[in-house]
């Protein structure tokens, strides 16, 4: 049976821009490319504008001489996430800048 999706969203200013953040999809198994790590979106709270995804890398393990791929619902802390979106805005995301989502990936995790 699938588990449930989790419904995690936080609402935050950066400066001066009114932001709001929502989990997109946790970590998983894609065929194509493998494990995938947990994404994040952002996006101004009112206005339709240019939005960040965080892309995070799978959570590894090591486990007695083997390596492994929990599929395991990481902690997402909401500083972590904060400070990761100032990364991406020094990287270049610019919130009321228009056109396809900046995609930021993070070297860490959110949690």
């Given at each position: 049976?699938?588990?449930?999706?989790?419904?995690?969203?936080?609402?935050?200013?950066?400066?001066?821009?009114?932001?709001?953040?929502?989990?997109?999809?946790?970590?998983?198994?894609?065929?194509?490319?493998?494990?995938?790590?947990?994404?994040?979106?952002?996006?101004?709270?009112?206005?339709?504008?240019?939005?960040?995804?965080?892309?995070?890398?799978?959570?590894?393990?090591?486990?007695?001489?083997?390596?492994?791929?929990?599929?395991?619902?990481?902690?997402?802390?909401?500083?972590?996430?904060?400070?990761?979106?100032?990364?991406?805005?020094?990287?270049?995301w610019d919130?009321?800048?228009?056109?396809?989502?900046?995609?930021?990936?993070?070297?860490?995790?959110?949690?």
């Amino acid at each position: 049976m699938p588990r449930a999706k989790r419904k995690i969203q936080s609402e935050f200013s950066i400066d001066g821009f009114s932001l709001v953040w929502h989990l997109h999809r946790d970590q998983q198994w894609c065929t194509a490319d493998g494990w995938k790590g947990v994404a994040i979106h952002v996006k101004l709270v009112e206005g339709v504008r240019r939005e960040l995804h965080l892309e995070y890398p799978a959570v590894v393990t090591q486990k007695r001489g083997y390596t492994r791929i929990d599929p395991i619902q990481p902690a997402i802390l909401t500083a972590r996430v904060e400070t990761h979106i100032r990364q991406a805005m020094e990287a270049g995301w610019d919130p009321e800048s228009r056109g396809k989502p900046f995609v930021y990936e993070v070297e860490d995790s959110p949690g």
